[in-house]
């Protein structure tokens, strides 16, 4: 049983570090873990959840706007805006990056940078998604703790 956990608490170690290797999160994710305390030993993977929930509808507003024309740049803008605001609170860095492309290209009145931009934001959205799911499904395992910590 020991030796189970101990295994587990690694894999939990290594999806968390594989997130920021690869870009997905940024230090804004470690300012929320440590938030994190026995009082509240979900809070993380709550605000995730809760971020998902709200953004979700952002998204499918965004890409009604898309669908009309001619493109409402200034609309398109502040949607993305708070797109961006909600991505960078939890340190979604590969999304919030997309987001400022995207901003860039509204400012631009650049419809197909939009269009390419927003395709990819959907893509780096979904993926942080599925690896942060799995990352809570291990961390959720009893007797786990996952602390904050730098990345390496």
């Known amino acids: 049983m020991a030796v189970n956990r101990c ?3 690694r894999q939990v170690v290594l999806e ?5 290797d690869q870009g997905f999160l940024d230090e804004q994710f ?24 709200n953004t979700s509808t952002v998204i499918v507003i965004i890409e ?6 001619p493109l409402d740049f200034d609309k398109l803008d502040s949607y993305m805006y708070q797109l961006k605001g909600s991505s960078s609170s ?20 650049n419809e197909e940078g939009c269009m390419r931009t927003f395709q990819q934001l959907k893509k780096e959205y979904a993926s942080l998604k599925r ?6 499904q291990i ?8 602390t904050a910590s730098r990345p390496k």
């Open 7 to 9: 295994r587990l608490s």
């Open 16 to 20: 968390r570090q594989s997130l920021f």
């Open 30 to 53: 470690i300012q929320l873990e440590e938030l994190q305390d026995d009082a509240n030993p979900n809070f993380v993977e709550e605000v995730v959840t809760s971020y998902y929930q």
């Open 64 to 69: 009604q706007a898309l669908e009309r024309s």
């Open 90 to 109: 939890f340190g979604a860095k590969k999304v919030k990056a997309e987001c400022t492309l995207f901003r860039e290209y509204c400012r631009a009145k």
């Open 131 to 136: 690896k942060l799911e799995a990352y809570f």
């Open 139 to 146: 961390a959720r395992q009893p007797g786990l703790t996952a």
